[in-house]
C-alpha cells in the first residue's frame, strides 16, 4: 500500500512477479481516491478473487471511485508522475539528512536505520526530552502534518509512544522541491529540540503553505 506509487515510477521493486496476489491502496503514494485493488497474474486465482469481492463482500459499485482510480492509474504512467515520486524519495532524505545533524542528535533524537530509502522517515524519541504524542501535537500547533509511531522496543505504550513518522508524498504532490523540503526539515528540527520558537516556526511553515496554495485557480 504504501510503497505503490514508487513502483510504478519504478522507482521500487516491484512484488507483481514475484507473488500470487499482490493488494493496495490507491490513496497513499499512488494519490487516487481511498480505495483498493488487488492484483494476480493467475487467471484462476482472478475468478476466485471476484466472486469473494462481488458478490462476496462488495455490493453497488461506486462509480465516480471507479472513475477516479481510473484517472489515478492514468497520472501513474506519465512522466509527470515519476518526477513526483522522485522528489518524494528526495525530500524524505532531506529530513532524514537534517534530522541526523549534530544540533539534533544532542537533543537525543535520531532516525531509525540511519536514514531513509523510501518515503517515510521515522524519529527515534527514546532518548529526548519529548515523547511521541508531544511531538505530534507540537508539530500540529505548528501546521505540519505528522503522526505519532512505535520504535522498536518502545518502553511507552502505543496512544503515547517514543516515535515520529514523517513523510513526504503529500508535499511533493503540492509541488515541494529541494529547497522546500530543505526548509520543511529544518523547521522540524528546531520544533524538536528544546526551547523552540513555536509562534517563528509556525510563521515559516505558512509562507511556504501561501507559496504552494492547494487550489492556485480558485486563489482570488
Known sequence: AH???????????????HAHVVSSTVHKTIGGPRSGFILTNDPEIAKKINSAVFPGQQGGPLMHVIAAKATAFKIAG????????ERVLRGAALIADRLSQQDVKDAGIAVRSGGTDVHLVLVDLRDAEIDGKQAEDLLHDIHITVNRNAVPNDPRPPMVTSGLRIGTPALATRGFGDAEFTEVADVIALALQPGADVEALRSRVDALAAAFPLYPDLQQ
Do not use: D, I, W
Open 78 to 85: 506519465t512522466p509527470e508522475f515519476k518526477e513526483r515520486q
Open 3 to 17: 510503497f505503490a506509487g514508487l513502483v510504478a515510477a519504478g522507482l521500487h521493486p516491484n512484488p507483481v512477479p
